[in-house]
């Protein structure tokens, strides 16, 4: 059995709330009710203003930030400089990628490959 994701310590489990067909957690932080499903969980982290950052970065990873103007940044670390794409970005980037990964018959987890990585980071900063 996997073991349950560490967001997951951020939640109060509620089970079955009446009004609702599907089981409910609550925040700890903020006493929002949500959803018991990891999208449900993930998407309140991202936005819970009484979770700190190092908390999400916990929870979310190292390499994810949202910031005010919902946008996406690639790495905290490039935050500084305003180097950003927009969500809608992202997603027509990612289908893009994925087109071409399927069309040409390659193997889908080569985005998983060093060199690829490699290539796309440095293909995103020219």
């Not at 109060?12 to 903020?30: A, D, F, I, M, P």
């Not at 949500?34 to 908390?55: D, F, P, V, Y």
């Not at 794409?85 to 992202?90: N, T």
Request: aromatic share 8%; proline share 4%; with cysteine.
């Amino acid at each position: 059995m996997p073991l349950p994701d560490p967001l997951w310590s951020y939640f109060n489990q509620l089970g079955h709330v009446t009004g609702y067909k599907q089981k409910r957690s609550e925040c700890k932080e903020c006493k929002q009710q949500i959803n018991k499903s990891l999208r449900s969980a993930r998407n309140h982290l991202k936005k819970c203003t009484k979770i700190t950052l190092a908390q999400k970065r916990i929870c979310l990873g190292d390499l994810y930030e949202e910031s005010d103007d919902d946008s996406t940044t690639l790495a905290p670390e490039q935050n500084s400089k305003g180097d950003y794409i927009s969500k809608a970005e992202q997603k027509s980037l990612e289908l893009a990628f994925a087109r071409s990964i399927f069309r040409c018959g390659l193997f889908l987890s080569l985005s998983e490959l060093e060199p690829v990585k490699l290539l796309l980071i440095k293909l995103l900063h020219i």
